[in-house]
């Protein structure tokens, strides 16, 4: 048996990450109830929404509602923590007047992926979350970066792991707790892990690297694996898959949050997280989606429930 | 970087162990060019068919005419063996005649299992396919087993290892050159992976051994990992992941072939097979099935065709 993390924290971004991608305009309500049983469900940290420009995602317009709601006085008392995605200054403003207290901010470790997505280069974006990161760390927030493509990026192909180790050192210099590298394509199979973690663990330290996979091409949890046997214990997943790119029934986006949750507990490994719980707030939000969620386990569950 | 082994053997089983839990009746033309072209992508083995009584199961009653259409003397030559499951000896008696060179039985390490899929417990099999096999090798034939619930039983559930490896001794023993040992249901973890092989690799070589995973808990490819770190160097699949139980879009059965395939092609693993051509035969036969099949990258290279 090899040697694997005793414990697992697992990052829900299914409210956010998730639902950014979804065409169906989901109610606030549905949003929240949604994001409470994930609560329910044992997460300690869940990104909940983004202060992004309510043109540019539209449905995360409501971001300063669906707070107000899960931190009303009314609610009741929970041990996780909402984060929120941050893109600039005016954001920061509206996550400083939402309550919460932590934030995410976001970058690439390629140009072109930067300037489609955030309209920045990698380099504009570090050096403008710099001034952020600070304002939000005086203000007693904590700060988490992601690196999208970690691994390729869709438009320069392959990224040097050395650029990716740049990007994440920038990020914790300025004051980042923890640092998500993405494989925002999902073409990593498990050597890639292997090679890049070889590279980065010797620069930057394990516990304040997080994973994010997606499972497009179905070696999300090989990858999750092939991570842990390297030390990784912090990995990002979607309840249900959420934020698939539904061309095809099957086709997944991000690591269902089931199905990592299914074998973590199957290896022994604690999560703290209720799998049947995530996949009741699964239930909740597909009958809004107007399509069927990918996780597979999720589907299995779904199963043995309309069994009983 | 850990070790792996430097080629693969990928056993195709999608012919025989994907269709025969589909619906829609297959013509046998299409039978023959979806094998066709899964042969042209490189498989050294290829389960075709099965000489099980026709009444039992409908979709294969054409395994004559699938096998003759495929070794006819017009055919194109072909480096693949072709193989046939085998249940009793009237199915040897036709797979003979058909002039096949390797034949394939079919046992559990769970009673419940064995008596309710092949009729027999697990001792009157192993006591029935003794003689069958000596037939099979005197005619000059070779013999794979199978030994599903290798994990878990759906009636049972857990499996005693030891009991595992009973019946896979018992198969090496009266002939067989290879056992496949069949996560039947899906659950397995890659913990469950390490510690089974850790107990069978002592008792069993490694080489005689090949795994067949289901990903219905989208754990397969991680399972492959595992395996391959213990020396595991054989494993099925069926193309586009068919003969899942398609209760949901993204339920899977069988691992997906071209989800097995990139993956080992990324690590760099020899397969000799065609990622490309495999996902060509998955379309042929996808048009016949009256649903989608599940493959994560079969649907990702469809997506890249489309677009080119």
Same mark, same amino acid.
């Given at each position: 048996?090899?040697a694997f993390?005793?414990r697992v924290r697992?990052?829900?971004v299914?409210?956010r990450?998730?639902?950014?991608?979804e065409?169906?305009?989901?109610?606030?309500?549905?949003k929240v109830?949604?994001?409470r049983?994930?609560?329910e469900?044992?997460?300690r940290e869940?990104?909940?929404t983004?202060?992004v420009?309510p043109?540019r995602? /539209?449905q995360?317009?409501?971001?300063e509602?669906?707070?107000?709601?899960l931190m009303?006085?009314?609610?009741p008392p929970?041990?996780?923590?909402?984060?929120?995605l941050?893109?600039?200054?005016?954001?920061l403003?509206?996550?400083l007047?939402?309550?919460i207290e932590?934030?995410?901010v976001?970058?690439?470790?390629?140009?072109t992926? @930067?300037l489609?997505? $955030?309209g920045m280069d990698?380099?504009?974006?570090?050096d403008?979350f710099t001034?952020?990161?600070?304002?939000?760390?005086?203000a007693?927030l904590?700060?988490?970066?992601?690196?999208? #493509?970690s691994f390729e990026?869709?438009?320069?192909?392959?990224?040097a792991?050395?650029r990716v180790?740049?990007?994440a050192? @920038?990020l914790?210099a300025m004051?980042?707790?923890?640092?998500?590298?993405?494989d925002? $394509?999902g073409?990593?199979a /498990?050597?890639?892990?292997?090679?890049r973690?070889?590279h980065?663990l010797?620069?930057?330290p394990a516990a304040n690297?997080?994973?994010?996979?997606?499972? #497009?091409s179905?070696t999300?949890?090989a990858?999750?694996?092939?991570a !842990?046997? !390297?030390?990784?214990?912090?990995f990002?997943?979607s309840?249900?898959g959420?934020?698939?790119?539904?061309?095809?029934?099957?086709a @997944?986006?991000n690591?269902a949050?089931e199905d990592l949750?299914?074998?973590?507990d199957? !290896?022994?490994i604690?999560?703290?997280?209720?799998?049947?719980t995530?996949?009741?707030?699964?239930?909740?939000?597909?009958?809004h989606?107007g399509?069927?969620?990918p996780?597979?386990?999720?589907?299995?569950?779904?199963?043995?429930?309309?069994r009983?």
């Amino acid at each position: 048996m090899r040697a694997f993390p005793p414990r697992v924290r697992v990052v829900e971004v299914g409210p956010r990450d998730g639902l950014q991608n979804e065409a169906a305009a989901i109610p606030t309500e549905v949003k929240v109830a949604f994001i409470r049983k994930l609560a329910e469900a044992g997460f300690r940290e869940i990104e909940a929404t983004s202060f992004v420009h309510p043109q540019r995602i /539209p449905q995360l317009a409501d971001a300063e509602a669906v707070l107000a709601e899960l931190m009303s006085p009314g609610s009741p008392p929970l041990t996780t923590t909402f984060t929120a995605l941050v893109p600039n200054e005016r954001g920061l403003d509206r996550a400083l007047a939402s309550g919460i207290e932590r934030i995410a901010v976001f970058t690439a470790a390629s140009d072109t992926f @930067a300037l489609k997505n $955030i309209g920045m280069d990698v380099r504009a974006s570090l050096d403008a979350f710099t001034p952020l990161v600070r304002r939000a760390l005086d203000a007693g927030l904590t700060v988490r970066g992601y690196v999208s #493509t970690s691994f390729e990026c869709p438009y320069e192909g392959p990224v040097a792991v050395e650029r990716v180790c740049e990007v994440a050192e @920038a990020l914790l210099a300025m004051g980042a707790d923890e640092v998500s590298l993405g494989d925002t $394509i999902g073409v990593a199979a /498990p050597s890639d892990v292997y090679t890049r973690l070889e590279h980065l663990l010797p620069r930057l330290p394990a516990a304040n690297l997080a994973l994010h996979f997606h499972d #497009t091409s179905g070696t999300a949890l090989a990858n999750v694996l092939a991570a !842990m046997e !390297m030390g990784i214990s912090t990995f990002d997943s979607s309840a249900g898959g959420l934020g698939g790119c539904p061309y095809a029934p099957g086709a @997944a986006g991000n690591l269902a949050t089931e199905d990592l949750i299914y074998m973590l507990d199957r !290896m022994e490994i604690e999560t703290g997280v209720s799998l049947e719980t995530v996949a009741a707030a699964s239930a909740l939000i597909e009958g809004h989606l107007g399509r069927a969620i990918p996780g597979k386990q999720y589907h299995r569950i779904l199963a043995a429930l309309q069994r009983a």
